[in-house]
């Protein structure tokens, strides 16, 4: 049933609803319109627990709600659907700052009946224990006339999963509210939201609540877009240049020098959404593993490149030939810069793979690739067979000009 509907059976259940309203409530009920998400909250009296219910549709990576200011100060609870995509699974997190937060496994939660998934919503009915109180250096939750709270909605990406400590993925959407949990104390549990929602104050609506916050990570497209440019467009270039344009190698270190600063640029912003997520804080992926050594090989290559034109521009001031070690330097750097180039294709592929993209994005990705490959190769040839057989005419006409001298 969406929400339409529910909002039909709310309509039609009108009275009940009055009546319910008469009877004593202790939980504040939130509704948040761009997500049609139904928030209560209740403290009982008497203990240090928090009796939650969420009502949200499950096609998000996870919904969460928060205790708190920020992700710093926050006790989170977040939750996604079961491995069976049947259940719940609600994860408590603390983050120490606008980083994907960490299951803390010291924290108890008790899902009740009602949890589950029906109608393409996740209801969460549960009680998280003790935890108003976490314990020193931890996040505890005030009950004030106007305690902040958080909410946040993960992209739409599927995490059935049974596991607590399941990574997920930055929240597309976030927002922050108060809620009047003094109202909140008291005995009675969370009620029945779904039928009582008509009464729940509307937040994170755009008004004076505040509203969702619309969040993108451009840190990251411009990591990813970056590199692509740079591998699939910048670098042919230059490899083609280097190849083609060998009278001016000024060419070369010019399209060289871009294509270098094009791969440092792309990867800083990929070295600081790094410390976003816990699997990349420790540089350990293979993405990052590659990447950072692709990086390496490709700044001593760099020098290398300024060195051995150096070496050539003073042999040509001081009209010598270049030293004999000259070609084998030269041809390392040729060869390197073509193992630089697969590395990066590599790289960037395993980089769509760490950011779970759809398979749609990663076929593109295979097939631009490729194409530029299967493009590349046979006109580099060309090339390398002209440059040759131009050589081998220069040559000759070196040994006429030498016989007839
Ligand atoms: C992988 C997981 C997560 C990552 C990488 C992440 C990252 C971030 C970042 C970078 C910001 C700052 C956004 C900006 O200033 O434009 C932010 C803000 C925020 N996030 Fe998260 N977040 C994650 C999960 C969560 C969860 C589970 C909640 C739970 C409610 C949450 C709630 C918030 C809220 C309320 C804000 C705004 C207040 C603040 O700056 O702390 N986040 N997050
Ligand atoms: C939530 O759980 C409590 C405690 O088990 C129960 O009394 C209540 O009826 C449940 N609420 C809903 C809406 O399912």
Redesign the pocket.
């Known amino acids: 049933m969406g929400f339409g509907g529910r909002w039909l059976h709310l309509l039609s259940l009108g009275i009940i609803v009055q009546l319910q309203l008469a009877r004593a409530q202790t939980a504040s009920t939130f509704f948040i319109p761009d997500t049609n998400t139904i928030v209560a909250v209740n403290l009982p009296e008497g203990s240090d627990d928090v009796n939650f219910y969420v009502a949200t549709p499950d096609w998000y990576q996870?919904t969460?709600?928060?205790f708190g200011r920020?992700?710093?100060d926050?006790l989170?609870l977040?939750m996604y659907p079961s491995a069976d995509g049947k259940g719940v699974t609600v994860s408590p997190?603390l983050?120490t700052g606008?980083?994907?937060?960490v299951f803390s496994g010291g924290i108890r939660i008790t899902l009740h009946e009602g949890s589950g998934i029906s109608n393409s919503d996740l209801i969460a009915n549960g009680t998280c224990h003790s935890c108003r109180v976490l314990g020193a250096g931890r996040p505890s939750v005030e009950a004030t006339g106007a305690s902040p709270m958080?909410?946040?909605v993960g992209p739409s990406i599927v995490l059935n999963s049974d596991d607590l400590d399941a990574r997920?993925?930055?929240?597309v959407a976030?927002?922050?509210f108060t809620a009047d949990l003094v109202r909140a104390t008291g005995p009675g549990g969370v009620g029945d939201p779904l039928n009582t929602a008509a009464s729940a104050t509307t937040v994170l609506a755009g008004d004076s609540s505040g509203s969702m916050?619309r969040?993108s990570n451009r840190a990251a497209t411009a990591h990813g877009v970056l590199y692509i440019i740079a591998t699939l467009a910048v670098a042919p270039v230059d490899t083609l240049i280097a190849g083609a344009c060998r009278r001016w190698s000024w060419l070369h270190a010019f399209t060289g020098t871009m294509y270098f600063l094009f791969v440092v640029g792309a990867m800083v912003p990929g070295i600081l959404i790094s410390r976003?997520?816990v699997v990349t804080q420790q540089f350990r992926t293979g993405h990052q593993v590659l990447g950072l050594l692709t990086f390496v090989i490709m700044a001593c290559m760099f020098f290398w490149g300024i060195g051995l034109s150096l070496i050539k521009r003073t042999a040509k001031k001081r009209g010598q030939e270049p030293p004999e070690s000259t070609p084998l330097l030269a041809a390392i750097h040729r060869w390197v810069g073509r193992l630089i180039w697969v590395l990066l294709l590599i790289s960037n592929g395993l980089g769509l793979r760490l950011s779970e993209q759809p398979t749609l994005v990663m076929l593109g990705y295979a097939a631009l690739a490729g194409g530029v490959v299967v493009f590349l190769v046979p006109v580099y040839f060309f090339v390398w067979r002209c440059f040759k057989r131009q050589k081998q005419k220069d040559e000759a006409i070196h040994e006429l000009q030498a016989i007839y001298r």
């Open positions: 996870y969460a709600i928060g920020s992700m710093a926050a989170m977040v997190r983050s606008n980083t994907e937060p958080m909410f946040a997920i993925r930055r929240h976030y927002g922050r916050v969040d976003e997520h």
